[in-house]
């Protein structure tokens, strides 16, 4: 109670410092998008320590705010409220908002977390991680497009990927951006513009523990909200058009000491300088990949990127190899440690469940010692060069919802109330599918995710 404290007070010097007046109390959804009350700050001490009343309908809506029948968060449950705690660690002053402040939330029903919430899921998997004598150093790799808020047109026309012209095609934005995302916490290590018209990537340093997913759910919505102040929308859709590059948000981790002080993967006594444990993390991921790839590309907008024909370099099978970006899991060793590039995930993904499904599949790995197949030198879509009984990613969301429900390892490791929750937003999604193809409408992906993703 003593620390908390303390940190309130911590808090208060900073909201009079930098004369916030008010303060967000926000929490992610199902999909990763950011819901929110705001309270002036002469209500914050109060909220902060008794927590903010705030509906559980939240995990029950889509990127819309529309209901999903079958998550049991809505008429089901009677509506009802949860009461939610700040996570004081999280809070930041939002430069781009006057006055404003901002600290994250995790809800509570009747005095217990509510075992549905992605951050909980996420933090819970971290638990069981640093039971086993772990810690998780990681940090998404976002890319995602920008595009004029009325026509939808992309902001920057042609492919040049990297071109320096093409990287300041709005400089006011690339300023704002590169200003004002570390004033959120954010450190940003590189800027570049990515392959297709529009399509942007932004790199930040690692965190450990739920850091890293708190890092990533702020950053997609500070890039959002700054776009928009330059009359853009920027998106984080996997696929915004049919012929589209996939806009990836790649997952690079490690397995640290408890204490954080140590990079436990790489063993260079071994041959190719992986520890054992890394070996078997690897090979862990790599087992669950059909069922996980779910939670890491979860709308019926990312699994299209698994399409072998799919424009980009995206994984299509479960594979691995070192510094190879064809495969599903692209393996770094340097001079100070190893880490995994997760090139599973999309942009349009929840980046606390992918951290959930990563170590969810992992842990299983260590438990279990699985020793993964051998590795790929080459080009990973090339049948030749892939072992034996090699996984599919899965390319359609009944495909990859029979794999989630199949795999009881990571089923049993999530919790039933949240496999309940998401698995009936994916039926949601398949049944607007079905209505959409009725009625003859192909644009129904992008109103459903492009603004709010």
Sequence with gaps: MDSNKDQLEQIMSKIHADDVKFIRFEQTDIYGVARSKTVPVKHFTKKAIYGINFALTTLGYDPQGQCTPGTGFLFESGSTDALMFPDLDTF???PWCKNTGRILLEPTYKGKPVAAHPRTVAR???????????SLLSAHEHEFYVADKNTLEPFILGQNIRSTIRNYKDPELVHQLLTDLPQADID???YESEHDPGQLEITYTPSFGVKSADTAHTFRTSVKEIASQHGYIASFMTKPWAHSTRSACHFNHSLWDINGENNLMMDNRNPDSLSDVARHWLAGILAHAPAVSLLMAPTINCLKAFEPSSTSINPVNATWGFDNRTTALRVKVGDTGAYIENRICSGGANPYLTLAATVAAGIDGIQNQMEPPPHVNGNAYDPDNIPTK??????????????LSNDNIICEALGDEFVKCFVAHKLHE????????AKGDTDWERNLFFEYL
């Design 430 to 437: 398949l049944c607007m599918e079905n209505e959409a193809k």
């Design 124 to 134: 819970l998997q971290l638990d069981r991680l640093k039971d086993m004598g772990y």
């Design 390 to 403: 090699t996984p599919i990613l899965p390319s359609n969301m009944k495909t990859a919802l029979e794999n």
């Design 92 to 94: 930041i002053t939002i």
């Design 188 to 190: 940003v290590e590189t």
